[in-house]
C-alpha cells in the first residue's frame, strides 16, 4: 500500500521550489544588485552568504566574498558572520529536500544514504558543510527528504559552515593584505 504524501508537505515543497526558483531568476536578473550588497559590510556579507547557500545560483561566490572580506574586515567577525549566512541559507535547500520528499519516486540510493546518515550523519553533515564544494546544496536537500531533524542539520552545519569560513576569511586576511602591501596599497 502506498503512502500518500501529507498536502502541507506538498506545499512546502511547492513554496521551497517555488521561492528558490523565484530568488534564482531575480539574482540573475539583478545581479548589479548582488555587487551592491558588498557595500553593506557584515549585514551585505550575511545576505550574500545566505543567498549563495540557499540557491544554486551562485556557487563558489559565498568563498570569494568571505576570502575578500576576510582581507578588510575583522577576520574573526567575518568567519562568524558568514558561517550563520551560509547555515541559514542551507536551511532553505533542506525544506525543499523535506517538503519534495513526496514526488521522490523509489530510488536505491535514498536507502543507502539513510543507512550511511544513521552510521555518520552528524561527521557526515560537519565535513560537507567544513569543506569548500560544490555539492553541498544537493546535499542539503537530500538531508531534507531523508528527514534529518531540522535542528541537527543547522548546528552541524552552522559548526562546519563557520570553522571553513574562518579558515576563507583569515586566508584573505593574511593573503590578501600581504598581496595588496607588495602593490604598495596600504591597508
Known sequence: MERQTPKRNVWLAIISIGLTITLCI??????EFIDELRHWGYLGL????????????????GAVITFTFGG????????????????????????????GRGFMVANPLKGRLSAFMERHGAKAMFLMAALV???????????????????R??????????????LLAYLGFFGLRTFLRLMGIQV
Open 26 to 31: 531575480l539574482i540573475i536578473l539583478h545581479r
Open 153 to 166: 542539520f543547522f548546528i552541524y552545519t552552522l559548526l562546519g559552515r563557520t570553522l571553513k569560513n574562518l
Open 46 to 61: 550575511f545576505l550574500v552568504t545566505v543567498v549563495a547557500s540557499g540557491t544554486m545560483v551562485l556557487p563558489g561566490m
Open 72 to 99: 578588510v574586515l575583522n577576520p574573526a567577525v567575518v568567519g562568524l558572520v558568514a558561517g550563520l549566512g551560509e547555515a541559514t541559507g542551507a536551511v532553505g535547500a533542506y525544506l525543499t529536500g523535506y517538503g
Open 133 to 151: 564544494n560544490p555539492i553541498y546544496y544537493p546535499f542539503a536537500v537530500w538531508m531534507g527528504v531523508l528527514r534529518v531533524r531540522v535542528g
